[in-house]
């Protein structure tokens, strides 16, 4: 079955960057998009950012344009989520998700615990 595991978070102060990764197994990754999602305290989750399969195109939140930077290393089964200029508000719990070509997200990882101080 697909597992998806996430790395990377961490506490960050206002201003600085990280960058999150997502390993995943047990699917042919090149055939799958690929996203960043989170959920801060309180809150629903949220969608950050998605690699189409197939590579090069991308989709961001309004909120993390120009910040944030999603990218694929389909050799290493391997999503990041670059993360620049981070801000208070986007302490969350980010998640990665799978979809196989262009369908819904329906695999999950189980998540990794960013927090921005002030």
């Known amino acids: 079955q697909v597992q998806l595991v996430e790395s990377g978070g961490g506490l960050v102060q206002t201003g600085g960057s990280l960058r999150l990764s997502c390993a995943a197994s047990?699917?042919?990754?090149?055939?799958?998009?690929m996203g960043w999602f989170r959920q801060a305290p309180g809150k629903e989750r949220e969608f950050v950012a998605r690699?189409?399969?197939?590579?090069?195109?991308?989709l961001y939140a309004d909120s993390v344009k120009g910040r944030f930077s999603i990218s694929r290393d389909n050799a290493k089964n391997t999503v990041y989520l670059q993360m620049n200029s981070v801000k208070p508000e986007d302490t969350a719990v980010y998640f990665c998700?799978?979809?196989?070509?262009?369908?819904?997200?329906?695999?999950w990882g189980q998540g990794t615990q960013v927090t921005v101080s002030i």
């Open positions: 047990g699917l042919t990754f090149s055939d799958y998009t």
């Open positions: 690699s189409w399969w197939g590579g090069g195109r991308t």
């Open positions: 998700a799978a979809a196989l070509r262009s369908r819904t997200f329906n695999n």
